[in-house]
């Protein structure tokens, strides 16, 4: 078990390896219960987050979710979160563990008078069930899902039990995150494991879960972005909607995007062995150009991968660059991003950048 | 000599069979540092001195350097573990074995035998 923002999650449950791989061929089951839930309703809920977050609320009918960023003034990101709207002044927005007491200070600072939040994090537990068969994988007894589309979600059952369904995640797959009432979540987890079990279908742990994203792209807080990096350089400029109106880092926005970001975050790839390790230097022809933010072995792909946010307006994929790994400069070249496109129907998939 | 498996507080296994030392990893090591994925390993002929680091597990955690316990001049590298790097997970006291190593001294004092070896790993996992 290792702690993480102040919660005890398994590394694997068994096997990292195993895990991975069956999230990517079959389905794996995460408990993700440590990322934060707040409620925000009111009548003027809409206007209140428009003017917190960067992306753009409202084309989101209910029943729809979305990506986005929330910014200081200065276009530093404060959190990176997802959004669903369940009714006209009703969302749930799922922001991250290590960020939640901060995130909800920020927006109790901003919050307006008719428009409520409450913190369910407790009270209501999130698993993600997610995989190429996750669809057809879920136990009996289970709301239908062929007309969820991606980034949507419905009130329904799981083996019987009520669950808000929805196709989101944070794998690169199709699959679906599961908010259940805490005192019956258990029981949907064992139900999903022994519905996969003889298919293969396996408890995913973190280490499954952060080698997944990193194929997918997805960008990690407090790894790939901190407050001292705007979208812009996490190459989430896809979520800011200069256009939606004033909202908190517009300015600050507008600016980076007309004079281009400082740095940006890349793909690398090295040699077996050679795994890049957060906070490793990368270098252009012995020029120190930034840091590794995220790197891991792609037990998938065969080789280490890693992001990197570098200042090298110039690099392209396929150039070349070095990492320091164990204490040696060791060879790196700019891939594309995301490492791995997986099952998820995306058009708007967090990783597009 | 005997040989069966002896240990070190680093968390190497040792067995002897006469001057001839097969090393690796013990079952707490791995399971410490999750899935092995790549090993950086000594060439036949180097010598090492007793407790010279002689390579570098990599996991998917971290990277880990590895000792040697004994002093004396590797004879042979376990080549399996260069496609297949998990045997140290899942077979460390067998086919996860790492290297072989001709004595050039006498076996440390403090290697540790089986239950004290248990010893060493209740007190660090507690």
Known sequence: M?????????QQYTSIRD??????????L??????????????AAEAYLQRLFTNDLSPLAPGHAIYTLMCHEDGGAIDDLVVYREAAGRFLVVVNAANREKDIAWMRKHIPAGVSMVDHTNDISLIAFQGPRAHELLPLHST?????????????????????????GYTGEDGFELFIESGLVGDVWDAILSRGKDEGVLPAGLGARDATRLEAALRLYGNDMDETVNPYEAGLGWTVKLGKGDFIGRDALAKVKETGPRRTLIGLQ??????????????????RIGVVTSGTHSFFLGHPIALALVESPSLRVGGKVTIEVRGREAPAEVVKLPFYRGSARSAVAPAKS | MSNQRRYTKTHEWITVDGKTVTMGITDFAQSQLGDVVFLELPSAGRKLA?????????????????YSPVAGRVTAVNDKLTAKPELINSDPYGDGWIMKVELTGDLPADLLDEAEYKAVTEASAG
């Open chain 1, 2 to 10: 290792v702690d993480f923002g102040g919660w005890e999650l398994p």
């Open chain 1, 19 to 28: 895990e991975h791989l069956a999230v990517r061929k079959v389905a794996g």
């Open chain 1, 30 to 43: 995460f408990d993700i219960s440590h990322m934060g839930r707040l409620v925000v309703e009111g009548g």
């Open chain 1, 144 to 168: 239908p899902t062929d007309d969820i589309a991606y980034f949507a979600f419905r009130a329904g059952k799981v083996a019987g039990v009520p669950a808000l369904v929805s196709r989101t």
């Open chain 1, 270 to 287: 090295t040699a077996p062995g050679d795994i890049p390790r957060h906070g490793a230097a990368v270098s252009d022809a012995g020029r």
């Open chain 2, 50 to 66: 007793a407790r010279e680091s002689f390579g570098v597990v990599e996991s998917v955690k971290a990277a880990s350097d590895l």
